[in-house]
């Protein structure tokens, strides 16, 4: 890489001038690989007159072209005027030299030939060397266009053998430099005896003009660049930092480049990276094939693959008239054959290069493009298929048969429209960037790549948010699925990317850390993925399937951004827990984290779309944001117990048990009904509380997440329904015995009293109110949930409590606290020990008091007086936690700009986050509201 550094200093020029770039360009008279060929290095052969288009030793395009003419008879020498051929001029090259006469014919008087070099650096200069014949006898030769060195030389019989060269020969104003060659005297039959050139290309140096256009503002011109370079500018304030950063992204393919930068420092550092495109094209493509030959498939896998594909490049497994939206099976064709290619270029592997493999894998190839199958969900076609065969094309290389290549891409990667939002944005980016590699197109590679980081930016649309959650289909979390499938293909991209000017600039990497690093990985537990953040995904080994995704991601981005290698290696290490308490507020989520479990609760609102059903996907998920509630301990509480729930009981939810409808509302409009929902935390305890609204059901809930609890309220609970109405408790896998306080349960329906604590898989369930234990065996089929699904009966033994308001209750409540890593043995004492105390639990105000403070959630402007006798006071509807040492308040409705907050008559006015930041959490010293 050329790198140069330059200084600005305010109100100040400077010039700066980089050494030329040679290129180096070899042609060879004659015919190709004659007896008599003086060039061993890359040439360019030309045999008779014509014009070509040169190539440089290494075999790229140079820009330049050659014209070989001949003339004859009066030819002004001095003025170096050609003229046309004359009839009867032979015109062969015989010898390995220029030749020009009349093949015996009579004597047409002088004649010759013009070598006119074409499309050159108008600002560069070249240096010619002539490589002689030694049967070129009685010719002389000049430049007659161009300026510089004009030395005539002779060849006779004492020179013939003589190599001769022009340096520094500057072009006219076209670019051009002509040479001419001729007989000396008229003659029926001479030779005019060269045999080849070397033309040593020198492009004008890269001149760097800096100049000052205010007191901060700052123009830097670069002019003089290399077409086949590519160029990043790239700027910093202290040279002892190293910290660079980009300036508007990748040039390439001109000539000059203007930057315009704005910086407050007096004094700011320049440096730009130049280097041949096409060592960036081949890096990428080395690394491609380095990523997939890494995590290539076993060889028992290919041989498996191989032999059981039939004839006709088919498997007979496979079913190719599926019409399924959603996991098409069709495609598993196409997979097999990336598999396939994976062993093909993987050098521990024995089928590497294996000829039969690569006949099969060509074969399979064209059964699909033969057949081109089609499907009804739009993402296939414009998306999966054609990442198949680009990556499958791609990992082939050169044994890709140019006829197929041609084919498909004009049946299945023609697109290069990048005409959508989020993660399918980066989905289409990827594809455009693969077509761009395999033609080689830096234009297109680079187009793609700035699409494809131009998606890492924070946003209050579709994609990732300020909170570092991700939405897609509206303002809707989205981290198991839109999230994660714009992370994996960004990181694959990243991988091929890196240490080349296609990879992301140094504040789009961050972004992608930060999300990686505060948004995925925080709903990862014990290497799995929570529910509540899959999205539509709940079908067998989901969870699994997720959070070993995201560990592999996150090893990948150790590759990619190695200054965080610690950050990330602190987060895949799976004995670091990571306790703390995350709160989305963009997102209505709240995560919770100890060092031996972890909660989540997920809620909806009229800002935030719940959930989503899309290619008969999530056919039953109507209530899953409706204040769903999972307790992980082993992570596998929840893993598959789906496919058995009563999707009416979800764990966290009040739910009308009557409604027969549980398909959500399409795929962006599962909005709630009650614009209240909000979230808080300390750094390691936290709140979260909703309004449910659900046709003529209502009610107020609150989750309070402490150190060895989680506190849930409920309150306000009303509406006239069609059943009777629960709040699930739980709804998990069975695992153990169930016990109370006065022994083990038995497998069935189990009515506890109020006050009573049941324990089960190590979690105690303290219940206030009269409860409802049952569990055993249960029997479902995966076909309810995903329409897709055939064969999909599961059994298994469930464990589930709920508390059960009535049909149309008025005003009910609920109150229970979680103990997490609590034996039979240990409930007694734990809720003895339990220092909660529940302030209020009305429609306005649900609130507890603990060792973490007063944790209050008013549904309206009101006050409250904690066990100390301290009166809180707020003007609006918000969250508050007031400790020791801060207060801390979030406004659930995401409206206001302002909140008064009284505390012990002391009242202080605190401004609100607004806009994207709207919902987000102030805190305030404590000391500010002291008398």
């Not at 550094?5 to 360009?25: D, G, R």
């Not at 009579?106 to 070249?126: K, P, R, V």
């Not at 994996?488 to 240490?499: H, V």
Request: aromatic residues 10%; charged residues 15%; negative net charge.
């Amino acid at each position: 890489m050329n790198r140069i550094i330059i200084s600005w200093i305010l109100s100040f020029w400077v010039v700066w001038t980089t050494q030329a770039k040679t290129n180096v360009i070899y042609v060879d008279f004659g015919p190709a690989g004659d007896a008599y060929s003086d060039v061993t290095d890359q040439y360019n052969n030309i045999s008779s007159p014509s014009s070509i288009s040169l190539k440089d030793r290494l075999g790229k395009t140079s820009g330049i072209t050659l014209q070989y003419a001949h003339y004859a008879g009066t030819y002004n020498y001095a003025s170096g005027t050609p003229r046309d051929a004359v009839s009867g001029i032979s015109t062969n090259l015989t010898n390995d030299r220029l030749y020009a006469g009349t093949g015996g014919s009579a004597n047409l008087g002088e004649f010759g030939l013009t070598l006119t070099l074409s499309g050159l650096d108008l600002e560069g200069h070249c240096t010619i060397d002539v490589i002689p014949s030694p049967t070129g006898i009685s010719s002389t030769w000049k430049i007659v266009t161009g300026t510089g060195d004009t030395t005539e030389y002779i060849q006779d019989g004492t020179t013939k053998s003589t190599y001769f060269s022009w340096k520094n020969i500057y072009p006219d104003t076209n670019g051009t430099v002509v040479i001419t060659g001729r007989a000396i005297t008229n003659s029926k039959w001479k030779n005019v005896g060269i045999s080849g050139l070397k033309v040593s290309v020198h492009a004008a140096p890269t001149r760097f003009h800096v100049a000052s256009l205010n007191d901060q503002q700052v123009e830097i011109e670069a002019t003089g660049m290399d077409l086949d370079y590519q160029y990043n500018l790239e700027y910093c304030t202290n040279l002892f930092s190293n910290e660079w950063q980009s300036i508007d992204g990748t040039v390439f393919a001109v000539k000059e480049h203007r930057w315009n930068q704005t910086n407050d420092a007096p004094v700011a550092f320049f440096r730009l990276n130049g280097q041949d495109k096409m060592i960036d094209i081949q890096k990428v493509h080395s690394q491609f094939i380095d990523y997939f030959a890494e995590n290539a498939p076993n060889d028992a896998t290919t041989q498996a693959n191989l032999d059981s594909m039939q004839a006709d490049g088919t498997w007979p497994d496979v079913d190719y008239e599926s019409q399924q939206r959603s996991g098409w099976p069709t495609t598993i064709h196409l997979t097999r054959l990336t598999s396939m290619a994976q062993s093909y270029v993987d050098s521990r592997s024995s089928f590497y290069k294996d000829p039969v493999l690569l006949d099969a894998i060509l074969l399979g190839l064209q059964h699909w493009l033969d057949e081109d199958y089609k499907n009804p969900n739009w993402f296939t076609w414009k998306i999966s298929v054609p990442l198949y065969f680009l990556r499958t094309f791609t990992l082939l290389g050169d044994d890709l048969p140019v006829s197929m290549y041609t084919e498909g891409r004009s049946k299945i990667f023609k697109n290069t429209a990048m005409d959508m939002t989020g993660a399918n944005q980066v989905s289409l980016a990827t594809k455009v960037f693969m077509r761009g590699l395999l033609d080689k197109d830096i234009s297109l590679m680079h187009q793609a790549s700035t699409v494809l980081w131009n998606e890492l930016y924070i946003t209050t649309e579709e994609g990732i948010q300020p909170d570092w959650s991700y939405h897609q289909h509206g303002p809707q979390q989205q981290f198991g699925n839109y999230g994660l499938g714009m992370t994996a293909l960004m990181i694959e991209q990243g991988l091929y990317m890196r240490d080349t000017l296609y990879a992301p600039v140094a504040s789009r990497l961050e972004i992608l850390r930060n999300f990686m690093l505060e948004g995925e990985a925080w709903v990862i537990w014990k290497g799995r993925m929570d529910l509540s953040g899959v999205g539509r995904n709940f079908y067998p080994n989901t969870q699994t399937l997720r959070g070993t995704k995201v560990a592999n991601q996150l090893r990948d981005m150790i590759k990619i951004d190695p200054a965080a290698r610690v950050a990330y290696e602190q987060v895949i290490d799976s004995t670091n827990p990571r306790p703390g308490h995350r709160s989305f507020w963009r997102s209505e989520l709240a995560v919770h984290r100890r060092p031996e479990w972890y909660s989540s609760v997920k809620m909806t609102s009229t800002r935030v779309v719940g959930t989503e059903t899309a290619n008969e996907q999530n056919l039953l998920g109507a209530h899953l944001a409706d204040g769903v509630l999972y307790l992980y301990q082993t992570g596998a509480e929840y893993e598959d117990v789906t496919g058995l729930w009563d999707w009416h009981r979800l764990p966290g939810t009040t739910c009308d048990q009557g409604n027969d409808n549980l398909l959500p509302n399409g795929w962006n409009n599962e909005y709630g009904k009650s614009p209240y929902a909000g979230v808080l935390n300390d750094g390691e305890n936290g709140m979260a509380a909703m309004i449910y609204k659900r046709k003529n059901l209502s009610a107020r809930k609150a989750w309070f997440f402490g150190a060895d609890t989680v506190t849930c309220l409920g309150a306000g609970i009303g509406g006239s329904t069609s059943g009777s109405v629960y709040t699930s408790v739980e709804q998990s896998w069975l695992n153990g015995p169930v016990t109370t306080a006065s022994g083990p349960l038995t497998t069935g329906t189990n009515t506890l009293a109020a006050g009573t604590w049941v324990q089960h898989n190590n979690i105690g369930y303290h219940l206030l109110q009269p409860a409802t234990v049952n569990f055993g065996e249960v029997t479902g089929d995966w076909q309810d949930i995903n329409g897709f699904y055939e064969n999909g009966a599961i059994t298994g033994d469930v464990f589930s409590i709920w508390i059960d308001h009535g049909a149309s209750p008025v005003n009910a409540s609920y109150a229970y606290t979680l103990y997490p890593q609590t034996d039979g043995t240990q409930m007694a004492d734990a809720i003895l020990n339990n220092e909660t105390k529940i302030l209020s639990q009305t429609e306005d105000l649900l609130a507890i008091e603990n060792s973490v403070g007063v944790q209050a959630v008013f549904y309206s402007a009101g006050s409250l007086a904690s066990q100390s006798g301290i009166l809180v006071e707020v003007n609006q509807p918000c969250l508050l936690m007031l400790k020791n040492d801060r207060v801390i308040v979030s406004d659930p409705l995401h409206s206001a700009e302002t909140i008064t907050v009284t505390i012990g008559g002391v009242a202080r006015q605190i401004v609100l986050p607004t806009d994207g930041n709207a919902g987000q959490q102030v805190s305030l010293d404590r000391s500010l509201f002291a008398e």
